[in-house]
T-cell receptor, first 109, second 117 residues
Framework: GQNIDQPTEMTATEGAIVQINCTYQ??????LFWYQQHAGEAPTFLSY????GLEEKGRFSSFLSRSKGYSYLLLKELQMKDSASYLC??????????FGTGTLLAVQP | GAVVSQHPSWVICKSGTSVKIECRSL??????MFWYRQFPKQSLMLMAT?????????EQGVEKDKFLINHASLTLSTLTVTSAHPEDSSFYIC?????????????FGPGTRLTVT
């Protein structure tokens, strides 16, 4: 079966660093994606990992360990506008994306 | 950049009626489009995969006779919710693959909020 888990909610302070974890067990694996979604809007692409290690892109970094079925998204220098849901997704067969439960991040002043 | 539009952005319909949602790739040809459903405070659930000129592939548990998908051209896919019921009220989002067909090029539409009364 397919199982992708994330914490439901997290709270962090403006200017701080937050790490959102994602664990997965899927029948196929063609990469790990992170998306940001503001309420009532479509998801926007943040990062893609297919090999183990850390990918850095500005304030956002994403890490993958395929042997552990584990990924995290690291957000630095948090801003109020970073308050959103963060969705972890695994690329499955035939270009399908399997989404995790999503993490609602609240950034407080 | 690649843009995907959806129409309408929101719709209210009465129980028992049907409603059609359009998904268009505006500046690229999409060989594959996906339809997702998202309930409040939940993640996206893939409903079906739509390929141009062929029948859609539905995920387990999704009724193909209730959620009719037509991918008539490389830029348009439609989802028709037939005989809608209040439990069908949800946020419906489509996405489209770019010409390369890679996951990396999956672009999402802005979503359609359906409310069935």
């Amino acid at each position: 079966g397919q199982n992708i888990d994330q914490p439901t909610e997290m709270t962090a302070t403006e200017g701080a660093i937050v790490q959102i974890n994602c664990t997965y067990q899927t029948s196929g694996f063609n990469g790990l994606f992170w998306y940001q979604q503001h309420a009532g809007e479509a998801p926007t692409f943040l990062s893609y990992n297919v090999l183990d290690g850390l990918e850095e892109k500005g304030r956002f970094s994403s890490f993958l360990s395929r042997s552990k079925g584990y990924s995290y998204l690291l957000l630095k220098e948090l801003q109020m506008k970073d308050s959103a849901s963060y969705l972890c997704a695994v690329g499955g067969a035939t270009n399908k994306l399997i989404f995790g439960t999503g993490t609602l991040l609240a950034v407080q002043p | 950049g690649a843009v995907v539009s959806q129409h309408p952005s929101w719709v209210i319909c009465k129980s028992g009626t049907s409603v059609k949602i359009e998904c268009r790739s505006l500046d690229f040809q999409a060989t594959t489009m996906f339809w997702y459903r998202q309930f409040p405070k939940q993640s996206l659930m893939l409903m079906a995969t739509s390929n141009e000129g062929s029948k859609a592939t539905y995920e387990q548990g999704v009724e193909k006779d209730k959620f009719l998908i037509n991918h008539a051209s490389l830029t348009l896919s439609t989802l028709t919710v037939t005989s809608a019921h209040p439990e069908d009220s949800s946020f419906y989002i489509c996405s489209a693959n770019g010409a390369s067909g890679s996951y990396y090029e999956q672009y999402f539409g802005p979503g359609t909020r359906l409310t069935v009364t």
